[in-house]
């Protein structure tokens, strides 16, 4: 009887840290993005992904385009940091309140992303910059 309990909780902690949220997916990202890790950081997001000024501008679609503008600029900016001021959860949808460092000048951006998740995996991104 002990060992099934031991196996039960095991599968249930393995499951648990399997399941993937919006909030963990919008971390990991933040996560590698600070680390400048492309891989980690384009992991979260689906292949179709498009990326948009709010409230409907695409600027680009594809995992391909992410990684090649974003790569340029992890390669380019190594002081590179984006603090978390706050975050709301709300469904499959989450609204990072950020503010990005480390770019040449002391140029610091101000901006929202709101990020849109389907499938366990970000499908869209909505930017607004002050």
């Known amino acids: 009887m002990r060992i099934l309990m031991s196996i039960a909780l095991l599968f249930i902690g393995l499951y648990g840290y399997a399941q993937t949220t919006p909030a963990l997916l919008a971390q990991q990202q933040l996560d590698a993005y600070n680390a400048r890790d492309i891989e980690a950081f384009l992991a979260p ?10 409230p409907n501008a695409l600027l680009y679609k594809g995992k391909a385009t992410m990684r090649v503008n ?61």
Not at 45 to 54: A, D, G, L, W
């Open 45 to 54: 997001y689906s292949e179709e992904v498009e990326i948009y000024n709010f």
């Open 70 to 130: 974003y790569a340029t600029m992890f390669d380019n900016t190594p002081d590179l940091h984006c603090h978390l001021v706050n975050r709301i959860i709300l469904g499959n949808t989450v609204i990072d309140q950020e503010r990005v460092e480390g770019f040449s000048g002391g140029q610091i951006i101000e901006a929202i992303a709101i990020y849109k998740i389907k499938d366990d995996k970000i499908v869209q991104v909505y930017f607004i910059r002050k």
